[in-house]
């Protein structure tokens, strides 16, 4: 892969990551080529792995990473407008926090989409709601869009097992900590 130079997204690509990163369940759900994908924070990770993998990354500067509620709509939809042109991603961190600028989001996406470069990529990220009464995202940019959600494992020993997933084999063995499993 060319470092300069974005590769393809292409379903081996897709499948490879999320058999890796979310297991084979995850990976069969291939609908990942819509342009816009909704996901919780915890998922961001995955997207910046995925786009480094493939050539996206700020260096590059084809890979947009924008966090959201200090004032940085403008900033993002200008990255969104240079991106949809250009075949770049952008992630919009925090969506949760510009309320009042929402039903603008939902209208640039809606017309960045009609003609939009076949490479691009808008990647949404926001708390869940805890109520569906306090829920603000607008009903279109749910309906159009990928939702991934990467939930924590249930029981403490599941949990520990996915932290410790985080780390190589090789670091673990460096801890000067032991500890024994009875």
């Excluded at 924070?41 to 480094?52: I, P």
């Excluded at 900033?75 to 952008?90: D, F, I, N, P, Q």
């Excluded at 929402?102 to 805890?130: N, T, V």
């Amino acid at each position: 892969m060319g470092h300069n130079q974005p590769q393809k997204c292409t379903k081996y690509h897709l499948v490879s990551l999320l058999n890796e990163k979310q297991g084979s369940t995850f990976a069969n759900f291939l609908h990942f080529f819509y342009p816009v994908t909704l996901l919780t924070h915890s998922a961001l990770k995955d997207v910046e792995f995925l786009g480094r993998t493939l050539g996206y990354t700020a260096s590059n500067k084809n890979f947009h990473n924008i966090s959201l509620g200090q004032g940085q709509e403008k900033v993002a939809e200008e990255a969104m407008e240079r991106a949809s042109k250009l075949g770049h991603w952008v992630v919009l961190q925090n969506i949760h926090l510009v309320k009042l600028w929402l039903p603008r989001l939902e209208k640039k996406i809606e017309e960045q989409m009609e003609e939009a470069h076949k490479d691009y990529r808008l990647f949404l990220s926001a708390d869940p709601a805890p109520t569906p009464a306090s829920h603000i995202i607008p009903d279109t940019i749910l309906e159009t869009s990928i939702k991934i959600t990467n939930e924590p494992p249930s029981g403490i020993f599941a949990n520990l097992h996915k932290a410790l997933d985080n780390f190589t084999q090789e670091t673990l063995e460096t801890c000067s900590k032991v500890f024994i499993h009875d």
